[in-house]
């Protein structure tokens, strides 16, 4: 009997892992529950940038040349990114139109360069830089109100995009940790200043 259950315990243990999110790396036990917490958008802005990238994916789906674009789009307080490879110029111009039409969407972000789709391991190499970055600001002790939850991290080709809402005092330190991650060739800061006092209900 107590051998089952110790099976138990450590299948738990081995599965939890594969079942988290990124954000787990950075708050730890606190998990989604930390993470939504942290968040500075309402809750109502939350689902509506979700809603926002949806209409994104479909945008991207339909864009022609297919598998010769890679495409990473990110939508934070109503604001795009679009960052990637696209097959030529004409693309990219196609796509940031649509998503300027699409409702909600107050700018955006058009970072495309026209060059052939990421490889595999470049890609890989985007993500263990996110999360290298990721990890560098966690550790930063900004403000009791200051989470790394806050910054939303992207990396396409060596270059980390940082989005969120941040005080102005907490911009600078968040850009200068990332600059300092081994590997990242560029930071490009979009952030939107945070008024507390502003945030919907």
């Known amino acids: 009997m ?10 738990g243990a081995l599965i939890l892992p594969l079942s988290g999110c990124a954000p787990l790396l950075v708050f730890g036990a606190v998990g989604t529950t930390g ?6 958008r309402s809750n109502a802005v939350m689902l509506e940038d979700q809603e926002i990238e949806l209409k994104v994916d479909k945008a991207i789906r339909d864009l022609p040349y297919g598998s010769k674009n890679h495409i990473n789009k990110v939508s934070y307080n109503h604001v795009v990114l679009l960052a990637g490879e696209v097959h ?6 196609t796509l940031e139109n649509e998503v300027k039409k699409i409702p909600g969407v107050t700018n955006v972000y058009n970072e495309l360069v026209i ?4 490889s595999f391991g470049e890609r890989s190499q985007d993500t263990f830089l996110t999360t290298k970055v990721k990890g560098e600001i966690a550790l930063l002790n900004i403000a009791p109100d200051f989470y790394a ?3 939303k991290v992207v990396t396409e080709r060596g270059i980390v995009y940082l989005m969120g809402l941040l005080k102005p005092s907490e911009m ?13 060739v560029e930071v490009v800061p979009l952030f939107q200043t945070y008024y507390p006092e502003k945030k919907d209900k």
């Open 172 to 184: 600078q330190p968040v850009i200068d940790r990332a600059r300092g991650v081994s590997g990242v």
């Open 35 to 40: 993470v939504i917490m942290a968040d500075r």
């Open 149 to 151: 939850g806050n910054v």
């Open 2 to 11: 107590k051998s089952k259950k110790l099976l138990t315990i450590l299948l």
């Open 115 to 118: 060059a052939p789709a990421s």
């Open 88 to 93: 030529n110029r004409e693309v990219g111009l």
